[in-house]
């Protein structure tokens, strides 16, 4: 008995492969994979071997199949909501002045502490419902509304929880995220504190990387950098919410440590932005959080073009400054904010922010990687970037199965 080559074929449909220019475009296409991995991609004529001798054929000849969207900065974990703050923004306070004022991160932080892990599980689930909703196959969740020991690691276990054959997801630990309470004035001494929680979360198999807000209502650069050392000396990855709000050499931080990704970046500097692009540093844009802070200094989108580094689109899903439940509306808001195009947009969702989470099977169609993929109703790959809202998701498979 002779071995089907493929146990899954779809026929027909065009493919927006992102390997290639024009986003690697191939209508009238044929995209087959086995054991979960892609095993033919290209034109439906040129397909090898008989389709009768496959397992499952789908035929399309409707929509667009791009790689799975990629989510990855997010923190989709956390409890309650924070309306208020929004309402009190609208009327002229600033997100420093709320976050100096004990609102901002705090005011999740305590609606953290006071939910049982189920409560969290539960109300989180709605959010990562709605991002899958939209294409994520893969979705990076922080912590850092805990701020001890016990609720970050109640945050990544809820996150760990959300994993599984129908999404990956990537953990961040994020305990330096703001300075709790009762830490108040000890910024050096709750960094520490940090610091000797991580190998143990890690040995929980609970962080796949390590992440700081750098910044005057965060922490410091030396504060960043010893976090990042102590990651480092355990091998884990790093990434950072690098000059968002001012420049403090975030970018050239992440790049002294060859960090997966620097996140934020409207205020990067020439001279970072090509030690990022030296180190292979992914600049990671979040046009959700530009957007609801209505800020106006822009990411140095040029330099980076210029310099070659890789720019990543993300939802940052937050309670604060993004609350965005859509990959496709960040990818969205990056176009008309930040002037990408649409494909740079979709590269941005998809093979970017799989390197900017140091995934290198996925983010593209090619032969051998991940059959992760999802199905639009779209006439061109650009309408991903055009509407705003609207349901456009056909099917989602993720590892080669549907969901
Ligand atoms: O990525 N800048 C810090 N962290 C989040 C906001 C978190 C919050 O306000 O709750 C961000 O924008
Ligand atoms: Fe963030």
New binding site residues.
Partial sequence: MTTAPFDHLILGASLATLDGADYGAIRDGAIAWRDGLIAYVGPRAELPGEPSSIARVVERVEGWITPGLVDCHT?AVFAGDRAVEFEMRLQGATYEQVARAGG??LS?VRAVREASEEVLYAQSKPRIDALRADGVTTLEIKSGYGLDFENERKMLRVARRFGDESLTVRTTYLAA?ALPPEYAGRADDYIDAAIDWLPKLHAEGLVDAVDA?CEGIGFSPAQTRRLFERARALGLPVKL?AD?LSDLEGGAIVAEFGGLSAD?VEHTNDAAVRAMAQAGTVAVL?PG?FHVLRETKLPPIDAFRAHGVPMAIAT?C?????PLLSLRQAMQLACTHFRLTPEDALRGATVHAARALGLADRGVLRVGLRADLALWRVNHPAELCYWLGGDMLDTRWVAGRPH
């Fill in positions: 923190h901002g991160i999740t995220h807000f919410h968002q934020h979040l959080a940052d937050n309670p604060g400054t993004s």
